[in-house]
């Protein structure tokens, strides 16, 4: 560091000066971007902490995690899209993968919210989700009270609602048998406090309920409430007995999604435009800033980290026919049925 003197004729001085500052890492892996700071009780420590917005802004990449660890806080950010074709959509062990490193572990975080307008993908991630469900031996119910694309399911799959009283009549049966599970496993041979239903070898139920706030506004105040009051059943009790609550709609309206209900859906995507009331309604507050990309399938996930992320639905191929493929997959699952069926009989 150099220093002038107060006579200028006279040679200035120098003296040396050390600036410190903290330790940075980085490694890149599966398409992520991990940076390590170190945290001490400097100058540098709030700083430190709050590095999410501009580490996005000025790499241009999407926060996945913020971890504090021993000394040290580590930004896992996502630099590559990862987007995946649904043939690699699967579920194993109480998760499905939706993204190369994104996953909705349903098991241990579940029930899912989905929220977009017109042309934001949302139905086709809906039959995305059906599809890989189906390749696994989940019970599905449908229900779509506008009648429109997940009624067409009615051709070859049962379960699938579409009128008022039907719906009505669905989500209660569903409660009901999510109660009677509960019960029945307390009794079932193996039975262990703290296990869940994959434990005892029974197949997850999910209830796929699109355009849900259309719905809640044909009810009358009474219906609403004896509706909410059962999804608010399901979404607080669910877990253990393995029933699922898959809910879809344009805008996540607090007037049907109040009492903690939103809190309760662990996997939060908001797909296609949204205005930031909208982005607010389904992820709380949040100093995220949200840009809009003019891609289908592209959105934000919160999978249940509290950290809200850049989201692509799975990649559907050009005319891909959603009806024919989940027919042969029904009667691919009734086929193995009747043949476990034939050989039980055989057995006896």
Not at 178 to 183: V, W
Not at 194 to 202: F, I, K, P, Q, W
Not at 268 to 287: C, D, I, K, P, Q
Request: with cysteine; aromatic share 10%.
């Amino acid at each position: 560091k150099q220093s002038e003197g107060f006579f200028k004729d006279l040679p200035a001085s120098s003296k040396p000066k050390i600036a410190r500052f903290p330790r940075m890492y980085y490694r890149m892996e599966n398409g992520l971007l991990h940076i390590t700071a170190e945290i001490t009780l400097g100058k540098f420590q709030e700083p430190l902490l709050h590095l999410e917005n501009k580490l996005e802004s000025g790499l241009y990449c999407e926060l996945v995690s913020r971890e504090l660890l021993d000394g040290f806080v580590e930004y896992t950010l996502l630099y590559d899209m990862n987007r995946i074709p649904i043939s690699e959509v699967c579920v194993e062990h109480g998760k499905m993968r939706l993204m190369q490193n994104a996953y909705w572990e349903f098991d241990s975080l579940p029930h899912m919210l989905i929220a977009g307008g017109t042309g934001g993908g949302k139905t086709y991630f809906i039959l995305t989700l059906i599809r890989a469900l189906l390749q696994t031996s989940a019970v599905l119910y449908i229900l779509d009270p506008k009648n429109a694309d997940l009624a067409d399911l009615s051709a070859v799959l049962p379960n699938v609602c579409s009128r008022k009283e039907e719906i009505v009549q669905c989500i209660t049966e569903f409660c009901t048998a999510m109660h009677e599970r509960s019960a029945d496993m307390k009794r079932m041979k193996g039975y262990k406090t703290g296990e869940n239903y994959a434990y005892l070898g029974l197949s997850p139920q999910f209830l796929v309920f699109d355009e849900y706030v259309a719905f809640m506004e044909m009810l009358t105040s009474r219906e609403r409430e004896d509706v909410l009051n059962k999804l608010r059943q399901i979404v607080m009790l669910g877990r253990q007995a393995g029933f699922f609550l898959i809910l879809a709609c344009q805008r996540p309206d607090a007037k049907y999604l109040g009492d903690g209900i939103r809190d309760q859906f662990n996997f939060r995507v908001a797909l296609g435009r949204m205005s930031e009331m909208g982005y607010g309604m389904m992820f709380g507050e949040t100093t995220k800033d949200f840009f809009l990309k003019q891609i289908k399938g592209r959105g934000y996930v919160d999978v249940g980290t509290s950290v809200i992320s850049e989201f692509y639905t799975p990649l559907v191929p050009k005319g891909h026919d959603f009806l024919k493929e989940i027919k042969k997959l029904i009667d691919s699952r009734q086929g193995v049925q009747a043949a476990c069926e034939a050989k039980a009989a055989e057995t006896d």
